[in-house]
């Protein structure tokens, strides 16, 4: 697996999908992204088994299709800090090896079969999009301000 990605899209998907993880669980794997490149794509997965999300983003250049499971905190936190407009993301030996400007990184890495399995959506409605504005803006007040 390698890939170039933009790294300020890169951050801001990373950070997005930070917000589902789990800080400490019982599970260490679901503190961890699960990442996959498929058609010109780089998919970032993460869960804390309640709630999953998935996000992608366009591909600079790519050699080759794969996946990693690589822990999110880590992650997010060098691709923030990288100097460069471009990181090229790498796997190698079971390590995933950031690049970005001069800076390198070797991340360990988990087994991507291990990551949870993303339940497939059974049934699907439409309705139009104010409708849901409306019934959102009558219940806003009872949303918890803390987390």
């Known amino acids: 697996m390698r890939c170039t990605v933009d790294r ?14 789990e800080k400490r669980s019982a599970l260490p794997i679901t503190s961890c992204f ?3 490149i498929n058609e010109e794509k780089l998919y970032v997965k993460g869960t804390n088994l309640e709630v999953y999300i998935t996000a992608r983003i366009s591909i600079q250049q790519t050699d080759k299709n794969g996946a990693v499971v690589v822990n999110a905190d880590k992650l997010t936190s060098i691709v923030k800090s990288l100097p460069s ?10 390590k995933l090896i950031l690049t970005g400007g001069r800076s390198t990184f070797k991340l360990t890495t988990l087994d991507p079969e291990d990551f949870p399995e993303f339940p497939s959506p059974q049934t699907s409605t439409e309705f139009p999009a104010m ?9 806003e007040y009872a949303i918890s301000k803390e987390d």
């Open 131 to 139: 409708d849901l504005l409306k019934a959102i803006d009558k219940v």
């Open 85 to 94: 407009a471009y990181v090229q993301l790498e796997l190698n030996n079971g």
């Open 34 to 36: 699960l990442l996959h």
């Open 8 to 21: 300020q899209d890169f951050a801001f998907i990373l950070q997005k999908a930070k917000q589902v993880i």
